[in-house]
């Protein structure tokens, strides 16, 4: 392709390192004062302003073939080819002029849905995050490596609203046409991550595969589970247990043959990271790994997982093999179990429901949780939010296409969902207390264990879901949150005023079946 070939010329210009290992980036990010070692061994470093993602930055580019299928909104916004080719001739003038780091990884675990990633930066931890982030290539596939796509980013070029016709100094373009993605203006290297995971939302549909924004561990019985939920809902805490071995913890494909993991590593949130409740993702914060965002003490070189003077939205990056127990390759069977991940900052949802199948579509198509501060720009305490299939703001195409999906394979395999809520309880955020990570992996634990479908269950008022009583290790009054509430009176508005907005928000869906619309809450 023409833009292609410009890219490899402007190489040309400029000192280019390929796929240098590890310890020469970390080297090499060093030396360039990108950012310092912690006394563990991992690179800290800083992303200015921005610490989280800028979703009003987002484009597709336009283009006939494409035009028809994208789901095209605030989360899609359209960019013509024209726009596009602007920007990209500016940022090859400024590749030309810069040292650059390109690492080469797949997407997709399963070789028969991978893809091939030619991964281009300016800053040498970004490119040491992206490849621990991917799958690294054996060096005969590197020998004869073919990229799919090229993804471009380079922080230090920053586009002009005036000149380049965006929103800010900061973009993300996906040109599907040319198989390129630039990101400009932003030093968050999760822009890099998710821009990725939206090319595959776009391309495994269409293979029949199901991409999911979850992660997944496997049992010793064999048996799958999937954790769906945004970022800051645990799916990388509750996945990385000890007593099992973990896929992956963010990102997956479920094709007729199971699950894989699209990517070969974790990018963890590390606020109030304890090494009592997570042991696992403290011991995997050592040389290799990328941390963002946290404040670092001078004198002692050690990290201060409690502190959100910077942001809360701090980071770590590092390869899956760093978490005991890892499944490699990232491939698993069909999954036996899925939790919906949800923190219900209105404080009214139990800690676990058992839902029913079309309880599973509506959930699914509404994704309900609290946006968590520091995930995105200008985000600062929870807000109420529905991204449906809990990853809105990473689908190209329109959710009933995800949801459909899904909806085939649980009937396929008789796979069972809960809804989780890992949010508070005893009264609203602010006011109420947030749910023991201790709570909710024992409950957990029971699912999986077979332990839940022992005991009584009592269906919601509201929500028509089923509640368990009780469980091992958890106190009976959790499953109850009317009764964790000082004022009964008050729980029920609170729960009534939830309940319509679910309802106000699946109302934008159409040709949903009724039995799917059925399993809306009831408001008295």
């Given at each position: 392709m023409i833009l292609e070939n410009q890219l490899y010329a402007s190489f040309q210009k400029t000192n280019v390192k390929f796929n240098s290992p590890v310890p020469k980036l970390v080297e090499t990010a060093l030396r360039r004062n990108e950012g310092t070692l912690t006394n563990t061994?991992?690179?800290s470093v800083l992303t200015g302003k921005y610490t989280g993602r800028s979703?009003?930055?987002?484009?597709?580019?336009?283009?006939p073939e494409y035009n028809e299928e994208i789901n095209w909104g605030p989360i899609n916004q359209p960019m013509s080819q024209e726009q596009f080719k602007k920007i990209y001739e500016d940022v090859l003038t400024y590749l030309a002029k810069n040292e650059l780091f390109v690492s080469d990884g797949f997407a997709g675990a399963d070789p028969q849905y991978r893809l091939s990633l030619r991964i281009v930066n300016d800053l040498a931890w970004q490119n040491l995050f992206i490849k621990q982030l991917l799958i690294r290539p054996s060096t005969a596939e590197l020998s004869v490596f073919k990229p799919d796509y090229h993804i471009i980013c380079v922080p230090g070029f920053k586009v002009d609203p005036l000149v380049h016709k965006t929103n800010s100094e900061t973009v993300i373009a996906i040109n599907l046409a040319e198989r390129i993605i630039i990101i400009c203006g932003s030093s968050y290297a999760g822009e890099i991550k998710k821009s990725i995971f939206s090319l595959a939302n776009y391309i495994l549909p269409k293979k029949n595969v199901l991409s999911m924004h979850c992660s997944a561990n496997i049992g010793d019985r064999g048996d799958t589970a999937l954790f769906f939920g945004l970022s800051g809902t645990g799916k990388t805490t509750l996945s990385a247990d000890p007593n099992r071995h973990l896929v992956g913890d963010d990102e997956h494909g479920w094709s007729d043959r199971g699950i894989f993991n699209i990517e070969g590593g974790c990018y963890a949130k590390c606020i109030g990271l304890d090494p009592l409740e997570e042991p696992q993702i403290w011991e995997a914060i050592r040389f290799g790994s990328v941390l963002e965002n946290v404040v670092i003490d001078e004198l002692t070189c050690t990290a201060d997982f409690q502190s959100d003077d910077l942001t809360e939205n701090t980071r770590s990056a590092y390869p899956v093999n760093y978490i005991p127990n890892p499944v490699i390759p990232g491939i698993a069977g069909h999954p036996k179990n899925i939790f919906f991940l949800?923190?219900?900052?209105?404080?009214?949802?139990?800690?676990?429901?058992?839902?029913?199948?079309?309880?599973?579509?509506?959930?699914?198509?509404?994704?309900y949780t609290s946006k968590l501060a520091g995930t995105e720009r200008d985000i600062h305490e929870p807000q109420a939010t529905f991204s449906e299939c809990f990853g809105a703001p990473f689908l190209p195409l329109s959710p009933v296409v995800y949801a459909h999906l899904l909806g085939d394979k649980l009937r396929k395999h008789g796979t069972q969902v809960y809804l989780v809520n890992t949010g508070w309880t005893g009264g609203p955020y602010g006011v109420g207390q947030r749910f023991k990570i201790s709570y909710t992996r024992a409950i957990i634990k029971a699912v999986l264990e077979g332990q839940l479908n022992q005991v009584p269950y009592r269906k919601d008022a509201i929500f028509g879901f089923d509640v368990p009583q009780s469980c091992p290790g958890?106190?009976?009054?959790?499953?109850?949150p009317k009764s964790t509430w000082p004022n009964p009176d008050e729980y029920e508005a609170q729960a009534c005023k939830l309940a319509a907005l679910f309802v106000q928000n699946f109302n934008k869906f159409q040709n949903v079946p009724d039995s799917i619309k059925n399993a809306a809450p009831q408001i008295k």
């Open positions: 061994g991992a690179l979703p009003n930055d987002k484009y597709f580019v336009q283009s949800t923190a219900d900052a209105f404080g009214v949802l139990p800690p676990i429901a058992r839902l029913n199948s079309e309880q599973a579509m509506y959930h699914f198509m509404s994704g958890v106190p009976d009054s959790i499953f109850n």
